[in-house]
């Protein structure tokens, strides 16, 4: 191996370099319902919460506007958690 790669491996393999303890472990469930609909099941919500397409993303996609997927999409919760 060339230097810098052997040095890299040897860094990567050093006893000093470990994880943390895990501090939580979220405990979702995803199950998809049919085609982009999907219900998870989050650990403070009382009733699922619905994913799926709407608009541009269904239009993407091509579902129907206002068909049953007409839910948040999975980005939107993720945009929505990095604001919050």
Same mark, same amino acid.
Request: charged letters at 25%.
């Given at each position: !191996?060339? =230097? +810098?790669?052997?040095?890299? %491996?040897?860094?990567?393999? +050093? *006893?000093? #370099?470990? !994880? =943390?303890? %895990? &501090?939580?472990? +979220? /405990?979702? /469930?995803?199950?998809? $319902?049919?085609? *982009? #609909? /999907? /219900?998870? !099941? #989050?650990?403070?919500?009382?009733?699922? $919460? #619905?994913? =799926?397409?709407?608009?541009? %993303?269904?239009? @993407?996609?091509?579902?129907?506007?206002?068909?049953?997927?007409? @839910?948040?999409?999975?980005?939107?919760? $993720? $945009? &929505?958690?990095? &604001? =919050?």
């Amino acid at each position: !191996m060339p =230097g +810098s790669v052997a040095a890299s %491996v040897r860094a990567l393999e +050093s *006893p000093r #370099l470990h !994880m =943390g303890e %895990v &501090a939580y472990r +979220s /405990r979702v /469930r995803v199950e998809r $319902v049919r085609g *982009p #609909l /999907r /219900r998870a !099941m #989050l650990p403070a919500e009382a009733e699922p $919460v #619905l994913f =799926g397409v709407h608009d541009e %993303v269904a239009d @993407h996609y091509g579902v129907a506007r206002g068909s049953e997927a007409e @839910h948040a999409t999975t980005l939107d919760y $993720v $945009v &929505a958690a990095a &604001a =919050g």
